[in-house]
């Protein structure tokens, strides 16, 4: 884990924790950094690294395109930010499905 994840644990453990509703509005207001970690979550998701359930994964499937917009790190900071503020309701949707194995993951992160 890179150091910027592990220094953002707590916004992203109270990203998970909230609502949609609030969801949307973080996800809005979103920072360069913020956005790193969130890519690297994703990340961590997609090369199997936190496992997720096959109901979870049949569920993930419809966003696989902006997961891997969001992931690449390819694209730059700035188009990253952009697919998250213009999607913002899609990725509150993502989070809900994600954020039970990725709590967990973050809970044994904390214990180290």
Known sequence: MSDKFLGNLDYLTFMLATSKK???LLLRAVTKIQTDVLAEAILNILRGRVTVNESKTKLLKKYRLILRKLSNPAISVARRQLVLKK???????ILDIISEPLTSAL??????
């Open 87 to 93: 999607n913002s309701h899609k990725w509150a949707v």
């Open 107 to 112: 809970v044994s992160l904390k214990q180290r």
């Open 22 to 24: 609030q969801k949307v």
